[in-house]
């Protein structure tokens, strides 16, 4: 059992930022990528950023240049880093992790609860 603690969303301006944070807790053994998805009304879920254990990182073509995921690993935390937000950036953010198992194809995915990212004028 793994628990994802969300926290930072809010409302912003266009061209503000916000910092996302997600806190780890439980059986982490084995933890091998935890990062953000995001929805939107009317449309797709989407891969926001994802950072790997080994401490690579992709994120979304559309925040490229804008967001930055890192980690404190000492306090079991993901951040996400939103610069330069735009109102295309209005979604609720979900952290994700993912459990590896004994194979590659066994793997247990988890969901934060969820914070609500508002970017407005």
């Known amino acids: 059992q793994v628990q994802l603690v969300e926290s930072g969303g809010g409302l912003v301006q266009p061209g503000g930022s916000l910092r996302l944070s997600c806190a780890a807790s439980?059986?982490?053994?084995?933890?091998?990528?935890m990062g953000w998805y995001r929805q939107a009304p009317g449309k797709q879920r989407e891969l926001v950023a994802r950072?790997?254990?080994?401490?690579?990182?992709n994120s979304a073509d559309s925040v490229k240049g804008r967001f930055t995921i890192f980690r404190d690993n000492a306090k079991n935390t993901v951040y996400l880093q939103m610069n330069s937000l735009k109102q295309e950036d209005t979604a609720v953010y979900y952290c994700?992790?993912?459990?590896?198992?004994?194979?590659?194809?066994?793997?247990?995915?988890?969901w934060g609860q969820g914070t609500q990212v508002t970017v407005s004028s």
């Open positions: 994700f992790a993912v459990i590896s198992g004994a194979t590659p194809s066994s793997q247990t995915n988890y």
């Open positions: 439980g059986n982490i053994i084995g933890l091998y990528a």
């Open positions: 950072m790997y254990s080994s401490g690579d990182t």
